[in-house]
């Protein structure tokens, strides 16, 4: 019997053959995010990307973008970028809160 994989798991944990991408990779898909917030789902998205990128590459920078609050999908499925650094450094000096690295 063939073994089923757990739906619950991470794609970059799950599927053996998604390669890690560059940092150079992330920061175009996350760049090209932001500048097109809240206009494309997914495929979209990954059709309209300015490079060329496996879908497995793409799937585990999704999985990290979201997994780091960058990026969340509306209830329609839209990408909608959040990440605020601005607001972060709001609360950089304050001693109430643990920075990690």
């Known amino acids: 019997m063939a073994s089923q994989t757990n739906s619950k798991k991470p794609y970059s944990i799950t599927n053996e053959i998604a390669r890690s991408p560059t940092l150079q990779t992330v920061l175009m898909v996350e760049k ?3 500048e097109n917030s809240g206009e494309f789902k997914k495929t979209e998205l990954f059709n309209k990307l300015p490079k060329k990128v496996m879908w ?15 990026i969340v999908y509306d209830k329609e499925g ?10 972060a450094k709001k609360f950089e000096g304050r001693d109430d809160l643990i920075w990690k690295a």
């Open 78 to 87: 839209y990408i909608v970028y959040i990440w605020n650094p601005e607001f």
């Open 56 to 70: 497995q590459t793409f799937q585990v920078i999704m999985e990290y973008l979201e997994g780091t609050l960058r």
């Open 32 to 34: 090209f995010i932001d």
